[in-house]
Structures are given as structure tokens and as C-alpha cells.
């Protein structure tokens, strides 16, 4: 093979690479050229169905896509948040998770199928639903430490209604048992709706609900709220304290939303999602939208501040679930 042949060769094949090259930071700066699904881990029309649904409409501006909302409920969301950690990581498969599933079941359950530290890349932590703890009007409390006072002088006669086994509801009690070292008893129900009818007829004490939920039974006087169930008072019901600032310092029973990806999506992929979504949130109909739905926006939206959000709520929920000895299955 004579000199001039093996230079021609060697351009030929340094240009081919190059283009090799050039094609493929082509293809991964069009992310994305087709739907991203958004899975809901949960049946459609609850409150996190419509929160996705939301979000959904105003990310195809951001994405230049539309984005598909799917609901795959079942076992408190581990069904949609496995089949995500399971999922191809291109950016095209993406959980709307909550507490649930991204913090609390991994110790609920003994045979979850995925880890909600390692299986995922996180994007975004779009904010917190507060709970309110409420009372039926006959409870002799009108403040957090009346209602403690009164549960140490009558232990296992107050009860508190949950929307079922494992739920933040349900650990909102434990939690606050657990801290005021009372004894009110768990009657768990089959959602919140059964859970609230049986408060408001009396069969029941208490409850730790979502404000939204909650907030016209209060206005109404059909049930009296005690104290709100997260770190800060809520802009719904500013002058009613946390149960923090009423003796039990730390408590904290929000439930969180966040959106992850499975664990090896790029992480080209990952900022221009969190671009995206924080974006979306920042527009004033999607903040106006949540705002009605009580959402508290997350301050710190970053992708590494969601995984240390995540790590820091399994370390939490799992001590209380073991000490408590709970387990679903």
C-alpha cells in the first residue's frame, strides 16, 4: 500500500469518527424527539393525578414534547415506582412520586421490588402537602397540649381515623404517640373519604388529614383543628400553629411529591428535565394551580437536594415504622 493511500485512509477514517462524533452530540442535544410518559403511581383522579396532569400540560412548552400522564396504581405505588426503576434511563419514562413510594414503603414492605435511593436519578422536589391534625367537636381539647393532657388522663379512649395501613395518616399517629408518649388508638379505613365520614359522625377522635381536605370542615365548625402537622404554619390558616411550636419540636408529617428517572438516565438528560420543571413550576398558572391545592413549593429545586431530601425521610420513616413494628406484608 504506497504512503499517499494510507494518509487518504486515515483522513477518511479521522472524518468518520469526527462525524460519529458529531452525530451523536447531535442526537443527545434533541432530547427529546418523541413523548416522555410521566407515570402516576396511583388510580386516576386523586389529588397527585391531577398535580401530574397539570404539570404535564405545561412541560410540553418547556420540552418541546408532549408528555404523556400514566397511571399505574397498586400497593401503596410501588407497582408504578418498580416498573419506573425498571425502565429504560433516556428520559422518556419519569415517576411523579410521593412520601409513599420514595420514602416511607421501602420499610412497609418486605418484598419491594426497587430502592428508592438506588433506583433512581432524582430531577426535581416540586414541594409538600401539609396534614392537619382535626378533632371531632366533643374532644375535650382546643390546643395541642389539652389534647395531650386529656389522652395521658384517659389513655386508649381517643382514636384516630387513617386512609389505611402504612399511610401518612397512619404514621402521623404513630409519630405522635411516639413523641408525646400517648396512647390514641390506630382505626385504619379504606381511604380518606370513609376515614373523615366516620370523624365527622363521632365514631372517632381525631384525624391527621390534608388541609385542603380538611380546611371546610374547619371553616364550617364540623371539626376544630389543633395544630398543623408540618414544619411551617401554611399560608391557609396562618394563625394556627404547627404541633412543633406546641410542645413536640421536629414533628413533621407532610406528604412530599418529586419527580425521579430511572438510575442511569444521563446527566444531560437530568438538568435539561430539571430546567424543564422548574420552569413549569415557575409559570403563574401551574403556581397558582398548586397554590389552590395547598402545595408548599420546594425553596431548594435542584436534583442533588431532592436525593438528599429522599435519603433523609427513609432514614426518618424508617425508625418510626420499626419501632413501631409495622409492616403490610
Same mark, same amino acid.
Given at each position: 500500500?504506497?504512503?499517499?493511500?494510507?494518509h487518504r485512509?486515515?483522513?477518511?477514517?479521522?472524518?468518520?469518527?469526527?462525524? =460519529?462524533?458529531?452525530?451523536?452530540?447531535?442526537?443527545?442535544?434533541?432530547? $427529546?424527539?418523541?413523548?416522555?410518559? %410521566?407515570?402516576? +403511581?396511583?388510580?386516576?383522579?386523586?389529588?397527585?393525578?391531577?398535580?401530574?396532569?397539570?404539570?404535564?400540560?405545561?412541560?410540553?412548552? /418547556?420540552?418541546?414534547?408532549?408528555?404523556?400522564?400514566?397511571?399505574? &396504581?397498586?400497593?401503596?405505588?410501588?407497582?408504578?415506582?418498580?416498573?419506573?426503576?425498571?425502565?429504560?434511563?433516556?428520559?422518556?419514562?419519569?415517576?411523579? #412520586?410521593?412520601?409513599?413510594?420514595?420514602?416511607?414503603?421501602?420499610?412497609?414492605?418486605?418484598?419491594? #421490588?426497587?430502592?428508592?435511593?438506588?433506583?433512581?436519578?432524582?430531577?426535581?422536589?416540586?414541594?409538600?402537602? $401539609?396534614?392537619? %391534625?382535626?378533632?371531632?367537636?366533643?374532644?375535650?381539647?382546643?390546643?395541642?397540649?389539652?389534647? !395531650?393532657?386529656?389522652?395521658?388522663?384517659?389513655?386508649?379512649?381517643?382514636?384516630?381515623?387513617?386512609?389505611?395501613?402504612?399511610?401518612?395518616?397512619? @404514621?402521623? &399517629?404513630?409519630?405522635?404517640?411516639?413523641?408525646?408518649?400517648?396512647? !390514641?388508638l390506630h382505626?385504619?379505613?379504606?381511604?380518606?373519604?370513609?376515614?373523615?365520614?366516620? @370523624?365527622?359522625?363521632?365514631?372517632?377522635?381525631?384525624?391527621?388529614?390534608?388541609? %385542603?381536605?380538611? %380546611?371546610?370542615?374547619?371553616?364550617?365548625?364540623?371539626?376544630?383543628?389543633?395544630?398543623?402537622?408540618? =414544619?411551617?404554619?401554611?399560608?391557609?390558616?396562618?394563625?394556627? $400553629?404547627?404541633?412543633? /411550636?406546641?410542645? @413536640? $419540636?421536629?414533628?413533621?408529617?407532610?406528604?412530599?411529591? #418529586?419527580?425521579?428517572?430511572?438510575?442511569?438516565?444521563?446527566?444531560?438528560?437530568?438538568?435539561?428535565?430539571?430546567?424543564?420543571?422548574?420552569?413549569?413550576?415557575?409559570?403563574?398558572?401551574?403556581?397558582?394551580?398548586?397554590?389552590?391545592?395547598?402545595?408548599?413549593?420546594?425553596?431548594?429545586?435542584? +436534583?442533588?437536594?431532592?436525593?438528599?431530601?429522599?435519603?433523609?425521610?427513609?432514614?426518618?420513616?424508617?425508625?418510626?415504622?420499626?419501632?413501631?413494628?409495622?409492616?403490610?406484608?
Amino acid at each position: 500500500m504506497t504512503q499517499p493511500l494510507i494518509h487518504r485512509i486515515a483522513r477518511l477514517g479521522a472524518a468518520m469518527l469526527l462525524g =460519529a462524533g458529531l452525530l451523536a452530540g447531535t442526537a443527545q442535544a434533541e432530547y $427529546p424527539d418523541r413523548p416522555v410518559t %410521566l407515570i402516576v +403511581p396511583f388510580p386516576p383522579g386523586g389529588p397527585t393525578d391531577a398535580m401530574a396532569r397539570r404539570l404535564a400540560e405545561g412541560l410540553k412548552a /418547556e420540552l418541546g414534547q408532549t408528555v404523556l400522564v400514566e397511571n399505574r &396504581g397498586g400497593a401503596g405505588g410501588n407497582i408504578g415506582a418498580e416498573y419506573v426503576s425498571r425502565a429504560k434511563g433516556d428520559g422518556y419514562t419519569l415517576l411523579f #412520586g410521593t412520601s409513599g413510594p420514595l420514602a416511607i414503603n421501602v420499610s412497609l414492605y418486605r418484598n419491594q #421490588g426497587y430502592d428508592p435511593r438506588a433506583s433512581f436519578a432524582p430531577i426535581v422536589r416540586i414541594g409538600h402537602l $401539609p396534614n392537619i %391534625l382535626v378533632v371531632h367537636p366533643s374532644v375535650q381539647a382546643n390546643n395541642v397540649q389539652e389534647l !395531650i393532657a386529656y389522652a395521658k388522663a384517659h389513655p386508649d379512649q381517643l382514636s384516630y381515623a387513617s386512609s389505611g395501613n402504612g399511610a401518612s395518616s397512619h @404514621l402521623a &399517629g404513630v409519630l405522635f404517640n411516639r413523641m408525646a408518649d400517648t396512647r !390514641i388508638l390506630h382505626v385504619p379505613y379504606k381511604g380518606t373519604g370513609p376515614a373523615l365520614n366516620d @370523624l365527622l359522625g363521632g365514631q372517632v377522635s381525631m384525624s391527621f388529614t390534608d388541609i %385542603l381536605t380538611a %380546611l371546610p370542615l374547619v371553616q364550617s365548625g364540623r371539626l376544630r383543628a389543633l395544630g398543623l402537622a408540618s =414544619a411551617d404554619r401554611s399560608s391557609a390558616l396562618p394563625e394556627l $400553629p404547627t404541633i412543633a /411550636e406546641q410542645g @413536640l $419540636p421536629g414533628y413533621d408529617v407532610s406528604v412530599f411529591f #418529586g419527580i425521579v428517572a430511572p438510575k442511569d438516565t444521563p446527566p444531560a438528560v437530568v438538568d435539561k428535565l430539571n430546567r424543564a420543571f422548574v420552569a413549569t413550576l415557575d409559570s403563574p398558572a401551574v403556581r397558582d394551580t398548586l397554590a389552590k391545592q395547598g402545595i408548599v413549593p420546594a425553596t431548594d429545586r435542584t +436534583p442533588a437536594a431532592l436525593g438528599q431530601f429522599i435519603d433523609a425521610e427513609v432514614d426518618k420513616w424508617g425508625k418510626v415504622i420499626r419501632d413501631a413494628n409495622i409492616k403490610i406484608d
